[in-house]
């Protein structure tokens, strides 16, 4: 923990993983059984969720808390050190909102950003779980808590972290970070390893990775739970972020690989010709003009590599190759970004083939400016 923690917290938490003591972890189940009760009187959108999660002793690894979206795993000592169930509650909004803003197991390039991306992950958490009175701000140890960021997306906190990195104390904020965040089991980030992006890193070898297919299985699982949740409970005074996530869940929505097809095919400029006459003037005696189609098509395509669209990027190329393979003439000015432009490229039918070779760059925060800037300074036509 940190160093500006007083002393008897330190010697406390100097002892806080090992074996489990029965007697205190059944103290600390009927403490944690208890808030959620709390929550599903007060808060049963937070409670629905947080009930769904299953209660897992974690003393030997984790010393305060996690979840990997299916799980609450609980340090069952820091369960008791805490002041009272409110405490517990917002230690359960905490990891829910976790779960509903798809934090776990988050894909990040190198140590620096797992860090920064977890700082991002428990200012936005904390931050709503306060300005909507979810539970009792914890004060047995320090939390991330920055009304600034009140409101703000995930992507936008990181933004701010990462343009003002040198101005921050990182290592001091990775040692308010409350709970234990999971990481991608093939991410390239060594968040789990002591003193780095987690903050706490012992017992390191136990603690649960998370790879693609569990992933994608939780996601599917969590969405579920939030339609249920809603249903079964008056969401009232929920954040912004959830009321969002909600919509875009329960609002029917085009297929992107639709839109990507009907946006192109708008681009076609159509035109009449008697070279190729339309046949339903056959019926009438009359030669009518047939359309003769424009197939020479220029689209311009920036690819979001913030880090919550990276994983989709790849897709969207490779959909979009295939639309464009349908034409005849076509040139495609792509290129990736995130708060900037990366790797421009022109495309046409001459050297086409080396689309499926285009290196992807970014991850950072998102900035759609940096897009009209670009197209301007090289005269690309929108």
């Not at 006459?277 to 009359?286: I, S, Y």
């Amino acid at each position: 923990m940190s160093d500006t923690l007083n002393k008897d917290l330190e010697k406390q938490f100097a002892d806080i993983l090992g074996p489990t003591d029965p007697k205190v972890d059944a103290e600390a189940r009927e403490r944690l059984i208890t808030a959620r009760i709390g929550l599903l009187l007060k808060q049963p959108f937070f409670g629905n969720l947080a009930t769904r999660l299953k209660l897992t002793n974690a003393d030997e690894w984790c010393p305060t808390a996690a979840t990997d979206g299916r799980k609450f795993y609980y340090n069952s000592r820091f369960i008791m050190m805490l002041e009272d169930e409110k405490e517990c509650e917002f230690l359960f909004g905490h990891e829910v909102l976790h779960c509903i803003y798809e934090h776990i197991g988050r894909r990040v390039d190198n140590d620096h950003e797992a860090q920064l991306s977890n700082i991002a992950a428990d200012y936005c958490v904390n931050g709503d779980l306060i300005k909507h009175k979810i539970g009792k701000m914890i004060t047995t140890v320090p939390c991330l808590h920055e009304p600034k960021y009140y409101g703000w997306n995930y992507e936008k906190v990181y933004q701010d972290l990462y343009d003002n990195a040198d101005k921050i104390d990182i290592t001091e904020l990775l040692q308010q970070l409350l709970d234990e965040h999971l990481e991608h089991e093939q991410s390239t980030g060594t968040a789990s390893q002591e003193g780095d992006a987690d903050g706490n890193g012992n017992g390191d070898s136990k603690k649960p990775k998370l790879n693609d297919k569990e992933m994608s299985e939780i996601k599917d699982e969590l969405r579920e739970a939030l339609v249920t949740a809603v249903k079964n409970s008056t969401p009232g005074d929920l954040p912004n972020g959830v009321k969002r996530i909600i919509n875009d869940i329960t609002e029917p929505k085009m297929n992107w690989r639709e839109l990507i097809q009907t946006s192109i095919q708008s681009l076609i400029k159509n035109d009449y010709t008697f070279i190729k006459p339309n046949r339903k003037g056959w019926e009438l005696d009359a030669v009518l003009p047939g359309i003769k189609n424009d197939e020479m098509i220029d689209v311009a395509l920036y690819l979001d590599l913030s880090g919550s669209i990276t994983d989709q990027a790849k897709d969207f190329l490779s959909e979009t190759v295939g639309i464009m393979e349908e034409f005849q003439q076509f040139q495609v000015h792509l290129a990736s970004f995130d708060t900037e432009v990366y790797n421009y490229k022109l495309f046409n039918n001459d050297n086409f083939d080396e689309i499926r070779e285009y290196e992807l760059r970014g991850g950072g925060g998102t900035d759609f400016e940096c897009i009209f800037k670009h197209m301007k300074e090289n005269l690309i036509e929108p």
